[in-house]
């Protein structure tokens, strides 16, 4: 019989999936090779615990995320960088479910420990760069200057932390947020 070989896209999406439905305490190997099709021993061959891999599924995910982050930052338009920042953290809305699972994590392996320092450094970096571009659309006269810019950010943050049960595709959604946050909630011709 051929063994199925482990494709890391599918396993860095199937391990979220995982994550998202089960938390820390249901992500196993067991469950995991389950719905990869594979057998448990093919895991342990590219990762020695489950927080191994879950350390390496966290980079990755911040990885991409700071890497699509960068692009926005170059944009030129202002109003197109706040935008496409709304709706990135609304497409990586779960991101900070993924992230209470930090402390959980117990192995105190290399690839544990690499993931928490990078974590941290990340983190920092991202704040920055969102601040960089809330910066940017008070100099480009697209956000009000006297609107703290820590304001706007945090606002943003807790607007979109959380995964919604609203209705609507991701960019309605993070249009309808653009809408409240740059145009307001007070119906028009008042």
């Known amino acids: 019989m051929k063994r199925k070989k482990l494709e890391r896209p599918e396993l860095m999406r199937v391990t979220e999936k995982l994550l998202l439905e089960q938390g820390y305490g249901g992500f196993n190997f067991s469950a995991l090779s389950t719905l990869l099709e594979i057998g448990r021993s093919t895991l342990y061959e590219y990762y020695a615990s ?9 980079n990755e995910l911040m990885v991409n995320y700071t890497d699509e982050l960068s692009t926005i930052v170059a944009h030129k338009d202002a109003k197109e960088q706040l935008l496409k920042l ?5 497409k990586y809305t779960h991101i900070h479910s993924i992230l209470r699972i930090i402390p959980l ?9 690499k993931m928490k320092q ?4 990340d983190h920092l970096h ?9 910066e940017n659309g008070k100099q480009a006269n697209v ?3 006297e ?7 945090n606002l943003l943050f807790n607007t979109i932390n959380k995964p919604t049960s609203l209705k609507m595709d991701n960019q309605a959604w993070a249009k309808w947020v653009w809408e409240i946050i740059y145009i307001g909630i007070e119906p028009k011709g008042n």
């Open 147 to 153: 609107i703290p810019t820590d304001v706007l950010v």
């Open 126 to 134: 991202i704040i920055k760069k969102i601040i960089d571009i809330v």
């Open 50 to 58: 489950k927080d191994d891999l879950i350390a390496d599924y966290m």
């Open 105 to 113: 994590l117990q192995s105190d392996s290399d690839v544990v420990t």
């Open 118 to 121: 990078t974590f941290i450094e």
């Open 86 to 90: 709304i709706e990135l953290m609304i």
């Open 143 to 145: 956000i009000r200057e």
